[in-house]
């Protein structure tokens, strides 16, 4: 977000509006029984507000609005945005995950 804003890029922040797969505790290196977050707030967290920046429901991103997409790294996206950390190399997308991916390369000049 850094860089994209310093080079003068406009961009929105989206995620999923659902419960996260479990929190971890990272003092006992395991997850947390006790607790339950929405990935949309965890998100706006780790966004740092971003100035006035709103977090937006990935379910309402609309591809023809934007000329690209980013999926930041870390371990959340193969616990929430896919079945990866249970299902392995046979896991399946985030539903609006796999909409939003397929509807960019299908916009693509480049085509899929």
């Not at 996260?20 to 706006?44: F, G, I, L, T, Y």
Request: net charge neutral; with cysteine; glycine share 8%.
């Amino acid at each position: 977000m850094y860089h994209l804003s310093r080079y003068g890029a406009r961009f929105q922040i989206f995620a999923p509006n659902q419960q996260q797969m479990h929190v971890m505790d990272h003092m006992k290196m395991q997850p947390s029984s006790s607790d339950n977050r929405n990935m949309m707030m965890e998100s706006a967290r780790f966004s740092h507000g971003q100035g006035m920046m709103q977090m937006n429901d990935l379910s309402k991103l609309d591809v023809s609005s934007f000329d690209a997409v980013i999926f930041p790294g870390g371990h959340g996206i193969v616990k929430n945005l896919s079945t990866f950390s249970k299902d392995g190399k046979d896991c399946k997308l985030n539903n609006d995950v796999e909409r939003i991916m397929k509807d960019f390369a299908l916009a693509s000049p480049l085509g899929i």
